[in-house]
């Protein structure tokens, strides 16, 4: 029986259908100064789609995880499903709000475009400063989209993908002059890969042997890779995402130390406690103590 899956720990907010077009996965929407409600402010959240947005003027704060984000002007800001996030403070907004789902990506030939940098986000940044000549060359693409969003039809679904290509690919080159990083060799893209399946299945498989198993490679030679790129063992990769994935909830959610335990897959909350504290030199209620603190400030 295959395990089964976490529970939602923190709330998830699914998509809304486009309010002005009813389209059930892909939704754009320009604000001229208003102040958006957000019904679940100061309270932190996943949304299970990809969140785009494009300030072109505002104020304000929102948190991506444990990071703040002050927001600036002429600044796109973008999430995938993964994070956590937090509003905390509303305010005028002049800009651009883009959200597209997980299956509209599942439709090809839309599925290559989880391979760009913007969205697989392997250096984890959150935010791309658009310079004088990126702005209108942005503001085009997303005029396109606004349009064929109003054009339903046979051929509204290869449009509507023809110029998000153009956007994320535009914003994926921007990406990498940003935030770079090297063009990666074969080896690299075993790392990569790993890494990738640790994102995946992080909750419920947690030795090396069995990323192994799912990459076709022998263990020794994955961890002998994975050592070689990133400095660090194999197994290492593994603890610091359930670590990652433990103060997210520990900081976010009310859950007891047991369902957390449970939902990353330790049979016990006495062994998420000793991994917790092994992993971060603090046990997870002083973390959550000291997170809440945090978070507050």
Do not use: C
Not at 10 to 31: C, E, I, K, N
Not at 94 to 106: M, N, Q, V
Not at 109 to 115: G, H, I, K, S, V
């Amino acid at each position: 029986m295959p395990p089964l899956p976490p529970p939602s720990l923190v709330p998830v907010h699914y998509f809304q259908p486009d309010h002005a077009t009813g389209h059930a996965s892909f939704t754009l929407v320009r604000l001229r100064g208003e102040t958006v409600p957000v019904p679940y402010m100061l309270l932190p959240h996943r949304k299970d789609y990809y969140l785009l947005f494009f300030v072109q003027h505002t104020r304000g704060r929102h948190w991506v995880d444990l990071t703040p984000y002050a927001h600036q002007d002429n600044t796109l800001y973008f999430t995938n499903p993964t994070q956590i996030l937090v509003n905390e403070e509303l305010a005028p907004a002049w800009g651009t709000y883009l959200g597209f789902t997980r299956e509209f990506l599942a439709v090809q030939p839309n599925a290559a475009l989880r391979e760009l940098p913007l969205l697989r986000n392997p250096r984890q940044g959150h935010a791309l400063r658009l310079s004088a000549a990126d702005v209108p060359l942005v503001e085009q693409v997303l005029s396109n989209l606004e349009a064929e969003l109003h054009r339903p039809g046979p051929w509204q679904l290869a449009l509507l993908s023809a110029h998000l290509t153009v956007l994320l690919t535009y914003l994926s080159r921007l990406y990498t002059e940003q935030l770079p990083g090297p063009t990666p060799s074969p080896t690299q893209r075993v790392l990569s890969a790993f890494q990738a399946q640790v994102e995946q299945h992080f909750r419920e498989l947690h030795e090396v042997s069995a990323y192994a198993a799912r990459l076709q490679l022998p263990a020794k030679q994955l961890s002998a890779v994975v050592k070689a790129h990133s400095g660090k063992p194999a197994i290492k990769h593994v603890h610091e995402r359930l670590v990652l994935e433990a103060r997210r909830l520990l900081v976010y959610s009310d859950q007891s130390l047991k369902e957390i335990a449970f939902a990353l897959g330790f049979s016990e909350a006495s062994y998420f406690s000793r991994f917790f504290k092994r992993e971060t030199g603090l046990p997870p209620a002083e973390y959550r103590a000291r997170g809440a603190n945090r978070k507050m400030s």
